[in-house]
């Protein structure tokens, strides 16, 4: 029997705050998700973002996002009162400013009657590793008004046990380990309730770190690096038939061998925290893990696009051995998406870790015969990089042979559909992924919603304007919305 999810961040939730967190209406998510049928809930990273507001440019591989914390949440455990809560407008969009600005507020307040009540410097021993160095590099971050670390003075230019014995006596910095006490909390017991519904959480590591970020700045030597902390090299894809100059992300590239030195301790570490909250991880760009496109500086020159890069070969034999050693392989998902070649192929299969295929890809080369799809595979008929189904059938020429071959699929395989339109396009590309020989299938919110391209949650390579998108209703009204949408 086919199982089915949906993906849904966390910040496309809808509440009073601005955006989604992990209060009720995570709760009542996970509710509408066993009253559909549903097995899963894909939430994507939920890292605390840099640049851009995406959680795949993180500026800490482990800190969670503070601005998903629940104030209804902070209300109920006595950190907040009613009356200090700021509420936000209700919209299709998260108006990040508005919530950085509220939040932040409302969280100074919680994190200090949390301090009144908690030993801090226990939890910030368990989590030493990481939170030792995010807390230094927020602290600083605030003090100069920028996270471009390599401009800071030369005794903050990298981290030490010192520096954070200095920084930690600050009020401030209590108030930031204190704000990641708070999320670990609210998150686990979010966690508890999904479980005990019978929802698995398909969670997700993204591979680079953002250039200004904690672990970049706190471990230099794993990265390629000056001795002044400036990037010899850029992480990125080449191009392709989507873009003719390639993605130049900017990211730093990972040294491989000098990773392999300690197992790998940093992705390890990774890995282990983030499953300390899902049932299965999504390893982000995959191939990366195998090769990587890698675009050097040109004659002391930043590049100003992707072209002048080439693949390199990581460590991958190295790390699938410790990652197996470590971990059990059945909680990891391969985002195997993009140039696929023999090497990152074995590697997949031989540790039996389900690919991805994406429907939106599957129509541009003829009548697929969805049967055969590998039952290991897990279909998607898009992810939050690609158009919603709506959207992308209306980006389609009515000429165009992708069209055409969607159509022709219909009449042979849904003669009971009706012919795609953009008004069911999404409901058909769901009956297609459960007639596919995947045995699990994933749908994107917004699909389920019927919504255009407006509602889109990211468009690579274009570094603002993503993240934003929110539902504009209540997860207990979904059900409702639908039912009077065919009634129209």
């Known amino acids: 029997m086919k199982q089915s999810g949906i993906l849904l961040h966390i910040s496309s939730l809808n509440t009073e705050y601005g955006i989604g967190d992990l209060g009720s209406e995570a709760y009542v998510f996970a509710d509408y998700l066993v009253q559909n049928g549903h097995s899963f809930w ?88 990481y939170i030792k160095a995010y807390t230094s590099f927020l602290f600083l971050t605030e003090s100069y008004g920028h996270s471009n670390w390599q401009k800071w003075d030369t005794a903050h230019k990298s981290y030490n046990d010192k520096l954070f014995k200095d920084i930690i006596k600050e009020p401030r910095a209590r108030e930031i380990a204190a704000i990641q006490a708070i999320f670990d909390e609210q998150l686990s017991r979010l966690k508890e309730h999904v479980t005990s519904q019978g929802i698995k959480i398909i969670g997700d590591v993204p591979l680079y770190l953002s250039y200004e970020s904690a672990e970049v700045w706190a471990f230099q030597e794993l990265f390629d690096l000056d001795d002044e902390g400036m990037r010899q090299s850029f992480a990125g894809v080449p191009p392709d038939a989507f873009s003719d100059e390639g993605q130049l992300w900017g990211n730093p590239i990972y040294l491989w061998e000098k990773m392999e030195e300690d197992g790998f301790e940093l992705f390890m570490r990774r890995f282990a925290s983030a499953l300390e909250f899902v049932d299965l991880l999504r390893l982000d760009h995959f191939i990366g893990y195998v090769n990587y496109w890698k675009v050097p500086l040109i004659d002391k ?52 870790l389900p690919g991805m295929i994406v429907l939106q890809f599957c129509f541009d080369d003829g009548v697929q015969d969805i049967s055969r799809f590998p039952k290991n595979r897990i279909v998607y008929t898009g992810t939050h990089d690609n158009n919603t189904s709506r959207g992308w059938f209306r980006s389609l020429n009515e000429d165009s042979q992708t069209r055409r071959n969607l159509e022709q699929f219909c009449k042979q395989y849904l003669p009971e559909k009706e012919f795609p339109t953009e008004d069911n396009t999404h409901e058909i590309m769901a009956a297609i992924a459960r007639l596919s020989g995947c045995k699990t299938m994933i749908l994107p919110m917004q699909d389920i919603l019927g919504l255009d391209e407006s509602h889109r949650m990211n468009t690579p390579g274009t570094p603002t304007g993503n993240w934003d998108w929110r539902m504009n209703i209540s997860a207990k009204d979904i059900a409702e919305h639908l039912k009077a949408q065919k009634t129209r």
């Open 301 to 352: 020159v930043e590049p100003k696009d992707a072209k002048e890069g080439s693949w390199v070969k990581a460590s991958p034999k190295a790390f699938f051995e410790e990652l197996n050693r470590r971990f059990l392989k059945e909680r990891f998902i391969a985002e195997d998406l993009g140039i696929l070649n023999d090497e990152v192929c074995h590697y997949r299969d031989k540790y039996s």
């Open 42 to 129: 894909q939430i994507l990273p939920l890292n605390h973002p840099g640049y851009g507001n995406s959680p795949y440019n993180p500026i800490s591989a482990f800190a969670g996002n503070p601005y998903l914390i629940s104030p209804e949440l902070l209300i109920k455990d006595g950190l907040l009162k009613n009356n200090e809560v700021i509420r936000l407008p209700k919209a299709w969009k998260i108006d990040f400013e508005s919530v950085y600005k509220a939040k932040d507020t409302m969280l100074k307040i919680a994190a200090n009657r949390f301090l009144e009540c908690h030993n801090i410097d226990e939890y910030i021993e368990e989590k030493a590793y």
